[in-house]
């Protein structure tokens, strides 16, 4: 029996249904019954705990996912990247699709790449790292929040000329897919919501084909501001939101292999990507 008998639920309920079959052939254990009831695959089930921090809890609210791309997003990552001088939301994506080897919108001849976007939100990163991915790519979008991924999946539409893109609702800090796995990955702002950044960035690297890129746009203490471990350690417990040092985040790519490391500095953020050798 296919997933889709399995599922109990009508293939048109989800983008592609023969992009939720490629991303159960991509995952360590598939479940025996997935459930894309609501849209995407739901490999977390109902969810009894709590949110674990104030910043969690936002994410996971029914109305962030409303205003989060057109005006949270773009208000507070501009000024975050040092609006009017730093890159806007479209330089910002092009930028993504660079460094991870894709193409841009309108380019001929774009990879047939199999594209990850951890911690996708309602899907804006998804798709504008979809729109540089040919027709025969996949692009998985992850994310633990369901009032975020239901938003996402809504927003995606129907499948066009493009490569197929599929939701997923899994825990970015410990990533359901099987090893060397993707030949990119995306983490956009969320890598200092995490309870446990570095093992997530672990996964991400795992999941890395040899030769895959991964690029992570996060959180920068800004040189000026001193760095105390005490102090980083008391905004993260009281919000759940982590400041990375000036040198953290690139330290830990090089930490696990990764080469070819480059950043961009803004006042309060950073991008910061690599390829796995
Ligand atoms: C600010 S949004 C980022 C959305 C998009 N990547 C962007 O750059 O605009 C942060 C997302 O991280 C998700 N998130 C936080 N912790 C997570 C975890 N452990 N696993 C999966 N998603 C997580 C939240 O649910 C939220 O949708």
């Given at each position: 029996m296919d997933a889709w008998s399995n599922s109990g639920v009508s293939a048109s309920m989800v983008r592609s249904p023969s992009a939720v079959e490629r991303v159960l052939g991509l995952l360590e254990k598939p479940p025996a019954?997935?459930?894309?009831?609501?849209?995407?695959?739901?490999?977390l089930g109902p969810s009894t705990e709590p949110p674990p921090s104030l910043a969690q809890s936002v994410m996971q609210s029914t109305f962030?996912?409303?205003?989060?791309?057109?005006?949270?997003?773009?208000?507070g990552f501009n000024l975050a990247k040092g609006w009017p001088v730093g890159p806007?939301?479209?330089?910002?994506?092009?930028?993504?699709?660079?460094?991870?080897?894709?193409?841009q919108p309108g380019d001929d001849g774009k990879p047939p790449a199999t594209v990850l976007?951890?911690?996708?939100?309602?899907?804006?990163?998804?798709?504008?790292?979809?729109?540089?991915?040919?027709?025969?790519?996949?692009?998985?979008?992850?994310?633990?929040?369901?009032?975020?991924?239901?938003?996402?999946?809504?927003?995606t539409g129907a499948k066009g000329a493009g490569p197929d893109v599929c939701y997923v609702r899994g825990n970015a800090v410990d990533l359901p897919f099987r090893d060397g796995t993707f030949d990119a990955v995306c983490c956009f702002g969320a890598l200092y919501l995490f309870d446990d950044p570095w093992t997530a960035v672990d996964g991400m690297t795992r999941v890395l084909k040899p030769g895959g890129r991964l690029i992570i746009l996060?959180?920068?203490?800004?040189?000026?501001?001193?760095?105390?471990?005490l102090g980083g350690e008391i905004v993260r417990r009281a919000t759940g939101?982590?400041?990375?040092?000036?040198?953290?985040?690139?330290?830990?790519?090089?930490?696990?292999?990764?080469?070819?490391?480059?950043?961009?500095?803004?006042p309060l953020m950073q991008l910061v990507a690599g390829r796995r050798p």
């Open positions: 019954e997935p459930d894309v009831s609501a849209g995407y695959l739901d490999l962030l996912p409303q205003i989060y791309e057109k005006v949270w997003r773009p208000v806007d939301t479209a330089a910002e994506q092009a930028a993504a699709r660079d460094w991870l080897g894709l193409a976007d951890v911690a996708c939100g309602p899907g804006n990163v998804t798709r504008a790292l979809a729109a540089g991915v040919g027709a025969d790519g996949l692009v998985v979008g992850l994310d633990a929040a369901q009032t975020m991924l239901a938003r996402a999946a809504a927003d996060t959180s920068r203490r800004p040189l000026a501001l001193p760095a105390s471990r939101f982590t400041v990375f040092g000036d040198r953290e985040v690139t330290g830990a790519l090089a930490d696990r292999g990764l080469t070819g490391i480059r950043r961009r500095r803004y």
